[in-house]
C-alpha cells in the first residue's frame, strides 16, 4: 500500500500549466517557468526569513545558533520603526515582483500566507503600545532570566564569555524597557494595580542572593551559571575566572537593571487604577477587536465569542452530570464540584515527596501515549520530549503547566513544564488532560512536527496561530478519550473540566474586556462554574487582563478542527482515515483557521475522487 502523500494531491495538474485569466487570451505557463518563479518566492521567504533572526538575537538562541549569543534583542522605538519600513519594502516587493498564477500550489499557500502576515504587521503598528512589557505571565522581569537558564547552553569557555556578556548587557536593555513602560503610560496604556507587587517580588527574587547580599545560598542567576560552569571539562582556575567575571556581570549589569525597574514601578504603581478591562484604552473598541481577529484567526465578534462560551459550559456542565451520576454521588454539580476541590483522594500531598510523584506520574501517563502513536499519525516527531517542573524564582506567577518547544538542532528537548508551586492547583484527576495537551499529542506533536518539515519556508516551520496551535492543544485532550484513555471517570471529569476551563474563558475574556467585568466578577464566573481551585481561578482572570484575547484561541480552535473532522468523515463515510486528517492538519506548519479549512476540503475531495 502507498503512503499517503499530502503534498501530492496540493499540486494537481500544477506542474503541467496554470491558466492566467488577467487577460481574455488563455495564457499557458510552462513547467520551467512554475519552477523557477516557484523558487523566486521561496528565496525571498528565506532571505525575508534571514534577515529576521539576523537582527533577533534571542530567536537565534532558541533555535540553537550562536552567532549573536552575546546580545539581547532591541526593543527601542526605533527598531520598531525600521522594522514597520522593512515589512512596507517585503510587502510591496512581493506584489511588484512575483507572478502569483506562476507558482505551484504549496508556494502560492506560502505566498498568500507571507503576504497577510507583513499586511498585518503593518496594519497592527498602531497598536504597538497595547502591550504589557513587564506582567505575571510573560513579562521581561522573568522572561529575561528564565532565557538565560533554560535557553542559554554552555558548552564551551566562548559560551560562557557570551553569557557573561548577556548580563553586562541587562542594564541597557532594562533602560530600553524603562523607556518603553514611560511611553505606554504617555500614551494611557497602564498596567493595572495588582500587576506590581507580582513583578516587583519577581524582580526582587533575580537580585537576592550571593552575590547581591550577604547571605550563603547563590542567587538564581549565579546558581545557573556556575552550575554550569563546573560541568565543563576546564581546568579549575578558568573557571574560577569566569565566575568571577560573572559575578562582575551580576553587579554592573544584572543589579542596575533591575534596580532602575524596581524604581520606575514603584512610582507607576502610585497611579495605576484597578480598572483591568482594554475597554479603558484609547481607541479600545478597535484594538480588541482587531486583538481577537489575529488571535482566532475569525470574524468572529466578542459578543458572538461570548454567546458561544455561555453554551458551551451549558453542555459541558450536562455532560459533568452524567459522570456526577455514574459515581454515585448525592448532590448537585456544585457540591460535586465542592467535593472534586476538597477530597484528598484527588491531590499530591503538599512536600517534596508528593512533587516527585506528580511529577513520575506525568511522565508515565507521556510515556504511555508515546506507544499508541500510530494508531493516530503518520508522521510523528523526532524530537525529544521532558517533563520538568517550572523553575522556583517564577513558580508562584506562572501558569500551571506550559510547553517549550526543542531546538531544530537537537540540542534542547521540548518541554512540558508543570508547577508545583501550589500542589491544590494540580488535582490528579486533570494530570491526563494537562499532559495530552503540553505534551503529546498536543503542543510536542505540533510544534516539533512544524520544525521538522522540510518542504515549508522556515516562516511557516516556526510561524504561531494562536487559534491553530492551542485548538490543536485542545483536541488532543479529546482524542485520548476516543482511544479508550480517561478509563478512570474522575479522570474524564478531569478532561471535561479542562474544556470546561476553556469555555469559560470566552466567557471571562469577552466580559473583561468589552462588558467591563472587574477581576472579582472574572473570578468569581470561574469559581461559581468550575471545580478549579480558586488560586487557578485568580491566575486566569489575571492572564485574561495582561493578555487580552489569547485565551479565546483554545476553544474556538478546538471546534474548527472538531467542525472539520466531522465533515470530514460524514463525507468520506468508510474512506475516512484518522491518520490522513491528522497529516492534513499538521503537515503544513501552523495556519490560520480559515486556511486550514481550504486544505481539510481539498484532501476531502481528494479522497472522493480515488
Known amino acids: 500500500m502507498n503512503k499517503f502523500n499530502f503534498k501530492n494531491f496540493l499540486v494537481l495538474g500544477v506542474s503541467i500549466l496554470l491558466i492566467a485569466c488577467n487577460t481574455n487570451e488563455k495564457k499557458i505557463i ?14 525571498f521567504f528565506e532571505t525575508e526569513y534571514q534577515e529576521d533572526l539576523n537582527r533577533n538575537p534571542e530567536d537565534q538562541t532558541y533555535l540553537g545558533i550562536k552567532t549573536d549569543a552575546d546580545k539581547w534583542n532591541d526593543y527601542s522605538d526605533e527598531f520598531a520603526s525600521e522594522e514597520l519600513q522593512r515589512q512596507k519594502h517585503s510587502l510591496q516587493w ?4 512575483i507572478n502569483v498564477d506562476a507558482l505551484d500550489s504549496d508556494t502560492k499557500l506560502s505566498y498568500d500566507l507571507y503576504k497577510a502576515r507583513l499586511e498585518n504587521q503593518i496594519d497592527d503598528y498602531k497598536f504597538r503600545l497595547y502591550t504589557y512589557p513587564v506582567e505575571q505571565m510573560h513579562g521581561m522581569q522573568a522572561e529575561v532570566p528564565a532565557f538565560l537558564i533554560n535557553m542559554h547552553q554552555i558548552t564551551d569557555i566562548k559560551d560562557a564569555e557570551n553569557y557573561i556578556a548577556r548580563l553586562n548587557g541587562m542594564k541597557p536593555l532594562f533602560d530600553q524597557l524603562v523607556i518603553n ?24 527574587n533575580v537580585i537576592t542572593g550571593a552575590p547581591f547580599d550577604k547571605s550563603n545560598r547563590n542567587s538564581t542567576l549565579l546558581e545557573d551559571f556556575s552550575s554550569k560552569i563546573v560541568a565543563l571539562d576546564i581546568d579549575n582556575d578558568k573557571k574560577q575566572e569566569l ?55 475569525t470574524n468572529l465578534t466578542s459578543d458572538e465569542i461570548h454567546q458561544l ?14 459522570i456526577k451520576n455514574s459515581v454515585g454521588f448525592e448532590g448537585d454539580l456544585q457540591s460535586f464540584f465542592k467535593f472534586m476541590k476538597v477530597d484528598s483522594q484527588f491531590y499530591f500531598e503538599d512536600s517534596d515527596e508528593g512533587r516527585a510523584a ?7 501517563i507521556i510515556d504511555s501515549m508515546q506507544t499508541r502513536l500510530d494508531e ?33 538542532d537537537g540540542s534542547r528537548p521540548g518541554t512540558y513544564y508543570a508547577n508545583m508551586y501550589d500542589m ?14 503540553e505534551g503529546i499529542p498536543g503542543h510536542h506533536m505540533q510544534l516539533s512536527i512544524a520544525q521538522e518539515l522540510t518542504s515549508i519556508p522556515k516562516f511557516r516551520k516556526f510561524g504561531s496561530y494562536t487559534a491553530y496551535i492551542e485548538g490543536w492543544g485542545l483536541y488532543s485532550e479529546f482524542i485520548p478519550k476516543e482511544m479508550g484513555f480517561y478509563a478512570d471517570p474522575y479522570s474524564d471529569f478531569g478532561r471535561l473540566s479542562m474544556e470546561l476551563w476553556r469555555a469559560c474563558r470566552l466567557v471571562v475574556d469577552t466580559g473583561i474586556h468589552t462588558k467591563k467585568w472587574t477581576r472579582e466578577e472574572g473570578i468569581k464566573y470561574y469559581t461559581d462554574n468550575t471545580p478549579n481551585a480558586e488560586l487557578d481561578a485568580i491566575k486566569m482572570v489575571e492572564r485574561h487582563i495582561v493578555m487580552p484575547s489569547q485565551a479565546t484561541a483554545y476553544k474556538i480552535g478546538m471546534l474548527k478542527i472538531l467542525e472539520l473532522r466531522e465533515g470530514a468523515k460524514e463525507k468520506l463515510g468508510d474512506k475516512f482515515d484518522i491518520r490522513k486528517f491528522h497529516e492534513v492538519i499538521l503537515s503544513n506548519g501552523a495556519l490560520p483557521l480559515d486556511v486550514l479549512e481550504d486544505l481539510v476540503n481539498q484532501w476531502v475531495e481528494s479522497e472522493l475522487n480515488g
Open 94 to 97: 512581493l506584489k511588484d515582483s
Open 181 to 204: 513602560l514611560k511611553n505606554r503610560q504617555e500614551a494611557g496604556i497602564m498596567i493595572p494595580k495588582f500587576v506590581f507587587s507580582k513583578v516587583i517580588e519577581d524582580s526582587r
Open 424 to 437: 491544590a492547583s494540580m488535582p490528579s484527576y486533570q494530570m491526563e488532560a494537562l499532559a495530552y495537551h
Open 309 to 322: 462560551g455561555l453554551s458551551e459550559v451549558d453542555r459541558i456542565h450536562d455532560e459533568m452530570r452524567v
Open 376 to 408: 493516530l499519525f503518520i508522521t510523528k516527531p523526532k524530537a525529544a520530549l521532558t517533563v520538568k517542573a517550572v523553575e522556583p524564582f517564577r513558580e508562584k506567577s506562572a501558569g500551571k503547566a506550559f510547553y517549550q518547544d526543542p531546538a531544530p
Open 30 to 43: 510552462s513547467e520551467d517557468a512554475i519552477v523557477k518563479e516557484s523558487k523566486k518566492a521561496n528565496d
Open 358 to 364: 506528580y511529577m513520575q506520574e506525568a511522565t508515565m
Open 243 to 297: 565566575i568571577d567575571k560573572a559575578i562582575v556581570g551580576l553587579l554592573e549589569g544584572v543589579l542596575p537593571a533591575y534596580t532602575h525597574l524596581i524604581s520606575l514601578l514603584e512610582e507607576q504603581e502610585k497611579v495605576a487604577t484597578n480598572e483591568d478591562g482594554t475597554w479603558k484604552f484609547p481607541n479600545s473598541e478597535a484594538y480588541f477587536n482587531n486583538a481577537l481577529k489575529r488571535t482566532t484567526t
